[in-house]
């Protein structure tokens, strides 16, 4: 049976390739790459002659079919992407589901992880961990998830680029609290590496100007004072929003009244306001 193998590549220093993953793109008849150039700087280094394809969001479908009838024909692969352990948070997922519903194997082969790297250098208790890639880049469900974000009570890692990193950090000092310990890693394992250490409001005030690099933010979890607070801050909304309601208001006007006089999310001041609507049309 002919095997698909998931190779991690290195996130910077070439260095980072393991023994096993050099002797397995040798060995494969076709490397399936994101970036066929950026590939090949790799493959150059270690002097592997392997045959490039692209694999990349955009052909990602019409490639995995051609993928099984390579398998089909004994031949085994290896599936890359630019940097790191393919399918978190780049392309390949549907390749992989493609190839195992045809019966073919599938086997990884571990190296490289940048959320894994920025996660034991952070200084922030490892375990539990909950990673969440890069967040949404607007509306409602970048608030959502950036409220799943502010509420866990572990760590959490995430991706950003660069140019919304200022952003992120603004976002997450207004859900969290400026106090919330972070840390921010940029360009891990290359030559200019930094993990910035300290709290939100530190990290955004350090990154306020222009960044340079692929960046990894690992969050703090919510403490138990900080959810006894919520837990306070939701009753307060709940009570507030029982009142308007009572006085004949709109929802909408009461989800906004109660955001607004409490700082609460807009997104958890609707649902509040909403379900208290929803139980007194009811009784």
Partial sequence: MATLYIVSTPIGNLGDLTYRAV????????????????????????????RLVSAHEHNEMARAEKVVEWLDGGDDLALV????TPLVSDPGQRIVRRVLDAGHAVVPVPGASAALA????????PEP??????A????RPREERLEEVSSSPHVVVLYESPNRLAALLADLVRLCGADRDVAVARELTKLHESVFRGTLAEASAYYAGEVVGEVV???????????????ADEAAARALAAGLLAEGRRPSQ?????????RMPRNRAYEITQSLAEESSES
């Fill in 217 to 231: 933010v690992v969050l703090a979890g919510r403490s138990a004072a900080a959810a006894d607070t919520a837990e």
């Fill in 129 to 134: 961990f909950t990673f969440f890639g890069f």
């Fill in 23 to 50: 002797e397995v793109l040798g060995s494969v008849a076709r490397i399936l790459a994101e970036d066929t150039r950026r590939t090949r700087i790799l493959l150059d280094h270690y002097d592997i002659a392997t």
């Fill in 118 to 125: 920025a996660l034991v250098a952070s200084g922030l208790e």
């Fill in 254 to 262: 009461v989800a906004r009244d109660v955001a607004r006089r409490l």
């Fill in 81 to 84: 992407t630019d940097a790191g």
């Fill in 136 to 139: 949404p880049r607007s509306g």
